[in-house]
Nanobody
Framework: QVQVVESGGGLVQAGGSLRLSCAAS????????MGWYREASGKQRELVAT???????MYAGLTTGRFTISRDNAKNTVYLQMTMLKPEDTAVYYC?????????????WGQGTQVTVSS
């Protein structure tokens, strides 16, 4: 069984910073691509950023250089450093992990962490 646990959300003023963390665990699993998505109230879930096990990153245009994704493979943990936050960044942020065991690959989501940016 795989567990994906996010942390680090909270309330911050516009212009502030937050760092989200997501730790994946599961016996016998190897964790490949990891990424962050967000879902604002009344809107569809959207991609924020992804990172491969080799460290290749991809960002959605909405981040415009304000967010940085990174990972610690030894800890199976992915981070999202968010700076210059705006009220429109308010959303539930979800971590998605692609885990493989043997020839099979599975997709797992965390429970989400709320980020609220006040103006």
């Amino acid at each position: 069984q795989v567990q994906v646990v996010e942390s680090g959300g909270g309330l911050v003023q516009a212009g502030g910073s937050l760092r989200l963390s997501c730790a994946a665990s599961g016996s016998g699993f190897r964790f490949n691509d990891m990424g962050w998505y967000r879902e604002a109230s009344g809107k569809q879930r959207e991609l924020v950023a992804t990172i491969t096990s080799g460290g290749t990153t991809m960002y959605a245009g909405l981040t415009t250089g304000r967010f940085t994704i990174s990972r610690d493979n030894a800890k199976n943990t992915v981070y999202l450093q968010m700076t210059m936050l705006k009220p429109e960044d308010t959303a539930v942020y979800y971590c998605k992990v692609l885990g493989s065991r043997g020839p099979y690959q599975y997709q797992y989501w965390g429970q989400g962490t709320q980020v609220t940016v006040s103006s």
